[in-house]
């Protein structure tokens, strides 16, 4: 069965995809390819970029090896054995063909402001180490998206990656040293809550880790 691009009103899956290592391409040269591009080898992907031309930070890109470039114009070809593609031309008609292509084949495409030729969106996020909060409109207002997206930021500031590091370690020796299922679902349930999101808030991390710890150790006993 083909990826068909949906119409607007679709409930949408939200997913966050692992892409380290996986072919990705970007068609399309300019700055908001560059966007895409930087945002991609943020997340380990291998980038492939079809363009005539190139922003000078792409091009400084391709210098250092982080990223495939072919200059000239999209072909079907360039599809072969890639896994996600944006479509970030200045023209339409070859943005919408490249999407046809990617139904034809399985692939995941994102046109670049025309959702309709779109089987995936990317969210507004905010990201804080391993914490990520995604926001999507489902493409109906990116704008709104991005509002929300600052809000978020404003209640959940950089303390927060250093929270879900640590909670992963406490997790880990939890699952090290609590045999009990039931016990150690209990454990780290009571970890997390208002007081201590209050603490982080306001980078008292010290107390924070000590009201973790305490909460570790009595529910061991």
Same mark, same amino acid.
Request: proline share 4%; with cysteine.
């Given at each position: 069965?083909?990826?068909?691009?949906?119409?607007?009103?679709?409930? &949408? %899956?939200?997913?966050?995809?692992?892409?380290?290592?996986?072919?990705?391409?970007?068609?399309?040269?300019?700055?908001?390819?560059?966007?895409?591009? @930087?945002? &991609? @080898?943020? %997340?380990?992907?291998?980038?492939?970029?079809?363009?005539?031309?190139?922003?000078?930070? @792409?091009?400084?890109?391709?210098?250092?090896?982080?990223?495939?470039?072919?200059?000239?114009? $999209?072909?079907?070809?360039?599809?072969?054995?890639?896994?996600?593609?944006?479509?970030?031309?200045?023209?339409?008609?070859?943005?919408?063909?490249?999407?046809?292509?990617?139904?034809?084949?399985?692939?995941?495409?994102?046109?670049?402001?025309?959702?309709? %030729?779109?089987?995936?969106?990317?969210?507004?996020?905010?990201?804080?180490?391993?914490?990520?909060?995604?926001?999507?409109?489902?493409?109906?207002?990116?704008? @709104?998206?991005?509002?929300?997206?600052?809000?978020?930021?404003?209640? $959940?500031?950089?303390?927060?990656?250093?929270?879900?590091?640590? &909670?992963?370690?406490?997790?880990?020796?939890?699952?090290?040293?609590?045999?009990?299922?039931?016990?150690?679902?209990?454990? &780290?349930?009571?970890?997390?809550?208002?007081?201590?999101?209050?603490?982080?808030?306001?980078?008292?991390?010290?107390?924070?880790?000590?009201?973790?710890?305490?909460? %570790?150790?009595?529910?061991?006993?």
């Amino acid at each position: 069965m083909n990826i068909k691009a949906k119409p607007l009103a679709t409930k &949408l %899956y939200p997913l966050f995809l692992n892409l380290a290592g996986q072919n990705c391409l970007v068609v399309g040269g300019g700055t908001v390819a560059e966007r895409k591009v @930087l945002t &991609l @080898l943020d %997340y380990d992907a291998r980038v492939n970029i079809v363009a005539s031309e190139v922003t000078s930070n @792409l091009s400084e890109l391709v210098k250092n090896g982080r990223l495939n470039f072919r200059q000239g114009t $999209y072909r079907p070809a360039d599809l072969t054995g890639v896994k996600l593609v944006i479509a970030a031309t200045n023209q339409k008609e070859v943005n919408r063909q490249i999407a046809k292509d990617c139904f034809k084949n399985n692939i995941l495409v994102n046109v670049v402001d025309d959702p309709e %030729y779109s089987n995936f969106f990317v969210p507004a996020v905010v990201k804080r180490g391993f914490l990520q909060i995604a926001v999507s409109t489902s493409g109906k207002s990116p704008f @709104l998206a991005k509002k929300i997206k600052e809000e978020l930021e404003t209640l $959940y500031g950089p303390a927060f990656g250093w929270l879900v590091s640590f &909670l992963g370690e406490v997790r880990q020796k939890a699952i090290n040293e609590v045999a009990d299922p039931g016990q150690r679902q209990s454990i &780290l349930t009571r970890l997390v809550d208002l007081k201590l999101l209050q603490l982080v808030r306001e980078e008292k991390l010290g107390e924070a880790k000590e009201r973790l710890t305490h909460v %570790y150790r009595n529910g061991r006993d």
